[in-house]
């Protein structure tokens, strides 16, 4: 079912700023769609749902499929949405198969970002102690008891936390409140299979003359949602009383279920395999091996994926268009153009019909071939001018790429496909900011034993330099010393190479930096004799800069970093990029230029945060910070820690506990504190507390305080003569 858009916060809420004329309206914090259709009736239903919400923290509306469940939960959130002052978050759980996943799950639809080797629970109980936040789930029925486990904990742990779930059965959980939700009225029904058909036939209206024809239809369907859209579709090419009439021959043939199955369950089957037998024979075989891809896809990934002798991938269109008009298949616009889903029972019927083919296990493992290449271009394509367009196309296709890693992983044989994907994926766990899942992944596929070396050894440096950016120096360190002794072993040069790099990283942000120097000037030798040429190399350079300006020398820092900028520049790299300039922006900071180092890590902070890189966008601020109190602005400043210190949680260690990483933040406190006293400077930090990282990041690129500041933040500072960055006996 389409979705109407959802309506606006009211512009008189006295809980928001007044915006400035022609500013756009303030929305509170939140994910919920926008919907493209009109929501119809259930009026009664949707207050009782409010009324529960006011009794309970935890509502849980069960139905069968295709009552309408999703769309009652994300209109009755939408219009509460001023209730809850840190958000209305959505979290749809369909395309999550695996029970290890689902706080991964929850963590993305919350926008949080981790990098810390701490599960991603803590994350989500740390994130909702303190909030006052509504979070609604949908589709939870097959993992019910991992999210019963996570609901109470979470309901536990956060005080002003409420949940609106919606699934086929209830979670069973104290102080819950079970809603039923009936099929509609004849009166809403009627509406909506009208309103519908309007949609799909312009000009249709209920007149004498169809009115009694569309109540007998909407009264057979049983006012069940998905079967009156399914009904409406139809109207494309019959009338209303000729979709009566093959309906009652459709129910005689397909009644389904067993005999103390409720009604509306057969009904509710009944119309979808009457749709089902409406479809050319082709339109069937399309709908049953579209059932595959988990969440949305794409027309290319359909054409090779779902063709054959019998559907030449060529006509693959013009059956799947047969199936859109059908409302079949749900078509969607997206930063990658037009993708395409079809609802959760309509898939798994699909999946019933595919099946009974036996064709199952060849089309998941066609879907996860077509995957692997996808990730393999990706990875090629990350070190090009298309790097943002590969962080959306990978986000995009997360749920099809976890099936895929699923599917290998059911075979032994298969696995290294599994540690293949992992290793290859390494730019979404690191640059698009996915460092708690890429470790779930890798930590899995490292425990495989397969004869693919190259495959398992990707997967061991990868995994290590994910636990060197999240802080964990043994988990580091061990997958490391594994790979490096196995590649040694096989003969892989170019994994050798990478361990080498990515223990002189951890070398570095341990503070041990001769080592560091030896080891990266030895990983970049290497990678010249190998050829090798990417982003990892580019990263190499720049962590060399690092150790040799963190030892004083910033000239040779900026001469490494200039040239990795200007490889950027040629090969349209970005996100390596904000890390050289964040090497620069320190430079220039060290040599008394605070306006250029300004200017430099607002660039690389507006590249991080576009990535959703959580490491280099808190970089940036800590040294943005330091910068902001030598301009001579400490309260700004001190704004600026407060906000990197509710930033550093989901990323890792503070500053990876290093003396060198965190010396500008120790001489930052230093000058704040000197310039506004403990009480000031206390209460300006807390006030960055409460900034997110949207709101703090678009304060910075702004130029200054934004609209969007919490209440009792101080008006902008004056400010002060200029102080020195380093302090006494600094570099």
Known sequence: MRRTQRPSPSSDDPGRPAASPGAPTPRHPGNLPAELNRFVGRDRELADVAGLLEESRLVTVVGVGGVGKSRLVTRAAALLEKRYCDGVWLVELSAVHDAALLEHALVDALRLTDHTSRPPRSTLLDHCAERRLLLVIDG?????????????????????????????????????????????????????????????????????????????????????????????????????????????????????????????HQTLRTAIGWSHELCAPEQRLLWARLSVFAGQFDLEAAEYICSGPDLPADSVLDVLSGLLAQSVVLCEESAMGARYRMLDTVREYGAEWLAATGDTDRLRRRHRDWFLGLATWCELDWFSPRQAEVAARVESELPNLRRAMECSLESPEEAHLAQYLAGTLWFLWVGCGRLSEGRHWLDHVREEETPYDSSRLKALWVLGYVAVLQGDPVGAISALSECREEADLAGDAVA?????????????????????????????????????????????????????????????????????????????????????????????????????????????????????????????????????????????????????????????????????????????EELARHELGEALYASERGAGGRLGADAVVARVLSGGPGQQEPPGTRPPATRKPAASPVGEGRA
């Open 140 to 264: 939870f029925e097959h993992l019910v008891d991992a999210c019963a486990e996570l609901v109470r904990d979470l309901l536990r742990r956060a005080p002003e936390l409420r949940v609106l779930a919606a699934g086929r059965l209830p979670l069973d959980l104290d102080g819950e409140r079970g809603y039923p939700l009936a099929t509609m009225s004849d009166e809403d029904a009627l509406l909506l299979f009208a309103e519908r058909a309007a949609s799909v036939r312009p000009g249709f209206g209920l007149t004498e003359h169809t009115r009694d024809a569309a109540l007998e239809l909407c009264r057979r369907l049983d006012g069940i949602p998905l079967a009156l859209e399914l009904a409406a579709g139809r109207l494309r090419a019959l009338s209303t009383e000729q979709v009566l009439q093959r309906l009652d021959d459709r129910f005689r043939l397909l009644t389904g279920g067993s005999r103390s199955a409720l009604g509306r």
């Open 496 to 668: 050798s190479a990478y361990a080498v790099h990515r223990t002189g990283c951890l070398a570095l942000v341990t503070d041990d930096m001769p080592r560091a120097h030896e080891l990266l000037q030895e990983a970049l030798g290497r990678y010249r004799e190998l050829g090798e040429l990417n982003s990892n190399v580019l990263m190499a350079q720049v962590e060399l800069a690092m150790t040799v300006g963190f030892q004083g020398d910033l000239d040779g820092a900026v001469v490494i970093c200039e040239e990795v900028r200007e490889i950027c520049e040629d090969h349209g790299e970005r996100w390596a990029l904000s890390y050289a300039l964040y090497v620069l922006g320190f430079a220039a900071l060290q040599r008394g230029r605070p306006a250029g180092a300004r200017e430099l890590l607002g660039e690389s902070l507006a590249i991080s945060h576009t990535f959703h890189d959580r490491l280099g966008t808190v970089l940036a601020l800590e040294l943005l910070a330091l910068v902001t109190v030598v301009e001579g602005d400490a309260a700004e400043a001190a704004l600026l820690q407060g906000a990197a210190d509710r930033i550093w949680p989901s990323v890792g260690l503070p500053l990876f506990g290093s003396a060198h990483y965190g010396g500008p933040r120790a001489r930052c």
